[in-house]
T-cell receptor, first 111, second 114 residues
Framework: QKEVEQDPGPLSVPEGAIVSLNCTYS??????FMWYRQYSRKGPELLMY????GNKEDGRFTAQVDKSSKYISLFIRDSQPSDSATYLC???????????FGKGTRLSVIA | KAGVTQTPRYLIKTRGQQVTLSCSPI?????VSWYQQTPGQGLQFLFE???????NKGNFPGRFSGRQFSNSRSEMNVSTLELGDSALYLC?????????????FGPGTRLTVL
């Protein structure tokens, strides 16, 4: 079992839909949880960052962490074609340990 | 503020050759991490340098090495290239001023090994 599991998709939704992206993990020591967005031929860019359990909202994006279930989610409201990208979850034990990434979910938002 | 830059953006090499990739972090960032991204394995951590010292190392063979200079610029080297080394190599820098240690990625170097 990989440390971080993420459904690769692809996921295709109509414009305006609510998108739910998820990752599960096995290492209970993970404390820092991140979501990155990667457009084709670009490097990943940090979207959301959460420490420990809880929710965090930033505009149309909401990140949720449930450490008891070892499950994290990213919700995108009112999805736009510009949201079409690969979304990667990442996590780490502490600030100076390496990031462990999921394989990414490819999302297409159709106008 | 300029972002992370990586050179070259594209490289084609043949098996057995060696290659050196370069990364310039965001000004003021002292930590540089390297990752390999492939369709099959996703993003995998190679190593991290902080103030010219390797602080963390991933599970890659010794053919993969790196270094960091006093200006925080970093290079990674792959010797005796194999077909399986074809990948996007990403560099990320961080300021390492708080527990978050948020990483900012460059555009990557696409390496093709023939």
């Amino acid at each position: 079992q990989k440390e971080v599991e993420q459904d690769p998709g692809p996921l295709s939704v109509p414009e305006g839909a609510i998108v739910s992206l998820n990752c599960t993990y096995s290492n209970s020591a993970f404390q820092y949880f991140m979501w990155y967005r990667q457009y084709s031929r670009k490097g990943p860019e940090l979207l959301m960052y959460t420490y420990s359990s809880g929710n965090k909202e930033d505009g149309r994006f909401t990140a949720q962490v449930d450490k008891s279930s070892k499950y994290i989610s990213l919700f995108i409201r009112d999805s736009q074609p510009s949201d079409s990208a690969t979304y990667l979850c990442a996590m780490r034990n502490s600030g100076n340990t390496p990031l462990v990434f999921g394989k990414g979910t490819r999302l297409s938002v159709i106008a | 503020k300029a972002g992370v830059t990586q050179t070259p953006r594209y490289l084609i090499k043949t098996r057995g050759q060696q290659v050196t990739l370069s990364c310039s972090p965001i000004s003021g960032h002292r930590s540089v991490s390297w990752y390999q991204q492939t369709p099959g394995q996703g993003l995998q951590f190679l190593f991290e340098y902080f103030s010219e010292t390797q602080r963390n190392k991933g599970n890659f063979p010794g053919r993969f090495s790196g270094r960091q200079f006093s200006n925080s610029r970093s290079e990674m080297n792959v010797s005796t290239l194999e077909l399986g080394d074809s990948a996007l190599y990403l560099c990320a820098s961080s300021a390492w001023t708080s527990g978050t240690n948020e990483q900012f990625f460059g555009p990557g170097t696409r390496l093709t090994v023939l």
